[in-house]
């Protein structure tokens, strides 16, 4: 049988090399990897947690099919990206928080940050980031007193409503950042309990970022499948964890780096925020730069900034810097040497 002399000719569009991932697959592999820290959420916050995660994901699909038929583009809801973004906006927000303000934060995330500034693949900052952002500067009181105490021997489907002030409590960085460690151990016990605690989850914070456990177990399915490499998280974690060591104590190298790291959202911000393949560097030098300077910031908003969590602002921070990354780290091109025939 002849072959067409023509078909030898053709050449399609890269990639010429294919594999079995698409972005469908991506997507929803990571909100796999997200399920876990939302059901022990709702063990340790109660069912409140869940409603809220659940206005939050609907809030975010709803916004996006919304803005990609006002903006005459096709709608692509089932690829996972925008719940996503509303399970990544549900865990950076407290468990106590009234019911529309995830709806809120939601469309600024997608609509604002995401489908004004092109759609997927287009956005300059992450839209979860954005939304976080946007709630905590506009309703400060509600975003900074809506955190609940961990119920340890409650029914987990206890109801205890949005914003009850009676139930709030502070959370480990806020005492630690204005009254030191000696009031954090007085609050939770003693540095064995608190690592044991904290790293397993029961701790105040947001919905999804208390359990160090479950995040990372997440963390390190994505870097098995190949979805994200260990150049942004890790130069995160242990520049936070080093800087936090030699400036976090009342004189220098007095600092708890374990504390720092297993606080706050560093686990969560790490793995699941800072590596969004849009805007992060995709060299693998920008994104050792781009994790250290996550982790710098978020240790210098900490020690000096007026809020006692900085991982949210220093990744937002370093995304604007991610496209200047990459164009100061190419990848190597293909080119014949020198003195070869041309």
């Known amino acids: 049988m002849a072959l067409n002399e023509s078909a030898l000719w053709t050449v399609s569009v890269s990639p010429h090399v294919k594999s079995g991932e698409s972005v469908e697959k991506i997507m929803w592999t990571v909100v796999a990897c997200l399920i876990p820290p939302l059901i022990l959420s709702i063990f340790i916050f109660g069912i409140q947690t869940l409603i809220i995660t659940l206005i939050s ?20 809801v089932r690829d ?9 906006l549900a865990y950076i927000i407290p468990p106590g928080v009234p019911y529309w303000l ?103 914070g947001c919905i999804g970022e208390t359990s160090t456990l479950l995040l990372l177990v997440g963390g390190i399915f994505l870097l098995y499948k ?47 925020m800072a590596t969004d393949y849009v805007t992060s560097p995709s060299q693998k030098t920008g994104q050792l730069i781009f994790g250290a300077g996550v982790g710098a910031l978020t240790v210098l908003i900490r020690l000096k900034g007026g809020y006692p969590e900085g991982v949210c602002y220093a990744i937002l921070l370093m995304n604007g810097v991610s496209p200047a990354l990459d164009a100061w780290f190419k990848p190597k091109r293909f080119a014949p040497e020198k003195g070869a025939i041309k």
């Open 226 to 272: 190949g979805y994200i490499s260990w150049h942004i998280p890790i130069s995160t974690i242990v520049t936070i964890a080093f800087l936090t060591w030699i400036f976090g104590g009342e004189k220098l190298f007095t600092g708890n780096p374990l504390l720092a790291v297993l606080s706050g959202g560093v686990i969560l911000g790490a793995f699941f």
């Open 57 to 76: 994901v609907g809030s975010c699909v709803a916004t996006e099919a919304i803005s990609q038929k006002l903006l005459h583009r096709p709608v692509t």
């Open 80 to 88: 996972g990206s925008a719940v996503i973004t509303g399970l990544l």
């Open 102 to 204: 995830p709806v809120l934060g939601s469309i600024m995330a997608i609509y604002v940050a995401k489908h004004l500034l092109g759609g997927i693949g287009f956005n300059i900052f992450n839209p979860a980031l954005i939304g976080r952002a946007f709630l905590l500067a506009t309703f400060p009181v509600a975003m900074t007193s809506a955190w609940l105490p961990p119920i340890r021997d409650a029914s987990i489907f206890k109801y205890m409503g949005p914003g009850v002030d009676a139930v709030s409590t502070a959370t480990p960085l806020y005492i630690l950042k204005h009254y030191g460690i000696g009031a954090v151990m007085e609050k939770f016990g003693s540095m064995s309990t608190i690592y044991a605690d904290f790293f397993v989850g029961w701790r105040p």
